[in-house]
């Protein structure tokens, strides 16, 4: 058997489907169910939704929201910048171009499907495709601007159903001493943190590098350097070159991390029914969590209604029930309802006097987070997270 599956979460709204009405007719739903591909040890989603369902102009997501990202973005601009030169580099993914706008002294060009971030780097002045990357595309665009030095793709890459077709177009697009860095959540310290909710409609994939050098063990492309990244919970920054490229050489680090992958037992099956086993107690904790302060008659509120915290409020069934309201900095979620769990969202303008316990939507910000609210902590304010078990901190 190649696809084993080894946990159900049950119902699942479309994450970005932020609903205007607390009562929508018809939420689209989908199975969110887990699977482990035996031969590549790739972790994916049993089903894949359809894209244009999850990526079109009504997009949420903005990379710029966060002041972490920002910059970390212009951190790694620079640094690439100094360090391979590059004359060119193309984007998968672009977003509201956080990262793309460090490049505007060379040929930088955009890839992006959602029409609406589009827009805001073709307003810019970046030259922006508003399209999934396909090979059709890519073809597309090296007929109209060449060759790139540099690839890049943040959180992209595992939003992409068919990888074999991505990573063809990826290395039909790079010049012969081109690199490409894909940068997406490891599934490592998804294990490791017990944070399941890096699993949602988007994230068809989370990715450790034994899968990503599976992959591509037949393509032209291979790993040479790996990054680790606190950023999204815990991510790999993975560097690619054409193998035909012999000037770049395979680091240590990267081998180092493989084998810490292979000792920790990413790619035993039995590794994710423990996982799954773990994901099932975190539940229980956490409902038990919420209960004790709601039964207290205290009010709970929700801090960053993430895509990721959909997948715990629907797994867990909380509801409004539990809490109250959700504080956001996205323009585009304010007056919104959380999808599936249906939880309004509102304004990020402080947290207010009246508020003990908010639950981390956003715990992969909480240092950011915490630096921020030291006054609410300070008056005693507790937050609730579940990553990497339940608990009140
Ligand atoms: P993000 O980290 O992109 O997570 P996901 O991919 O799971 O959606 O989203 C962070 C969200 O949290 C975004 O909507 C902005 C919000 N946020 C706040 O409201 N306050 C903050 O201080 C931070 C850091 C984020």
Redesign the pocket.
């Known amino acids: 058997m190649e696809k084993i599956e080894f946990l159900n979460l049950g119902k699942h709204p479309i994450t970005n489907s932020y609903l205007n009405s607390k009562y929508p007719k018809n939420e689209f739903l989908y199975n969110l169910r887990l699977i482990y591909h035996s031969k590549t040890k790739l972790i994916s989603l049993a089903k894949f939704v359809s894209p244009k369902k999850m990526f079109n102009n009504k997009y949420a997501?903005r990379a710029s929201?966060?002041?972490?990202m920002r910059l970390a973005y212009e951190k790694l601009a620079k640094s690439l910048i100094r360090k391979y030169k590059p004359k060119s580099i193309l984007e998968i993914g672009s977003n509201d171009g956080c990262f793309i706008k460090h490049f505007q002294k060379i040929r930088n060009i955009g890839v992006e499907p959602c029409k609406n971030l589009a827009d805001i780097t073709t307003k810019m002045k970046i030259k922006t495709y508003p399209s999934f990357w396909t090979k059709k595309l890519s073809k597309k665009i090296i007929n109209e601007n060449g060759l790139f030095d540099i690839i890049y793709s943040a959180?992209t890459i595992s939003h992409i159903h068919n990888l074999k077709e991505t990573f063809e177009a990826i290395e039909m697009s790079l010049n012969r001493n081109g690199i490409f860095i894909l940068e997406d959540p490891s599934l490592l310290e998804t294990l490791k943190k017990n944070s399941y909710d890096q699993f949602y409609d988007e994230h068809a994939y989370v990715f450790s590098l034994t899968a990503l050098k599976n992959l591509t063990n037949k393509s032209g492309l291979e790993i040479f350097k790996v990054e680790k990244l606190n950023t999204?919970g815990g991510s790999n920054r993975v560097f690619f070159k054409k193998r035909i490229n012999n000037d770049l050489k395979v680091s240590n680090k990267y081998l180092k991390y493989l084998s810490m992958e292979k000792r920790f037992g990413i790619e035993k099956l039995n590794t994710y029914k423990k996982f799954a086993k773990n994901v099932q107690n975190s539940k229980k904790a956490l409902i038990k969590i919420f209960k004790k302060i709601k039964n207290k008659g205290n009010i709970i509120i929700g801090?960053?209604?993430?895509?990721?915290?959909s997948t715990v409020l629907n797994y867990c069934g909380l509801k409004n029930n539990f809490i109250d309201y959700f504080?956001?900095?996205?323009p585009t979620?304010f007056g919104k309802f959380t999808p599936g769990s249906r939880i309004p969202i509102c304004k990020?303008k402080g947290i207010p006097r009246n508020v003990k316990y908010a639950y981390l939507?956003?715990w992969?910000?909480k240092d950011?987070?915490f630096k921020?609210e030291k006054k609410y902590i300070r008056n005693g304010g507790k937050f609730i997270t579940h990553v990497p078990y339940p608990k009140i901190i």
Not at 303 to 309: D, E, F, M, N, W
């Open positions: 997501h929201a966060s002041k972490t959180n999204h801090y960053g209604a993430t895509y990721k915290s504080l956001d900095t996205t979620k990020y939507g956003a992969n910000f950011e987070i921020k």
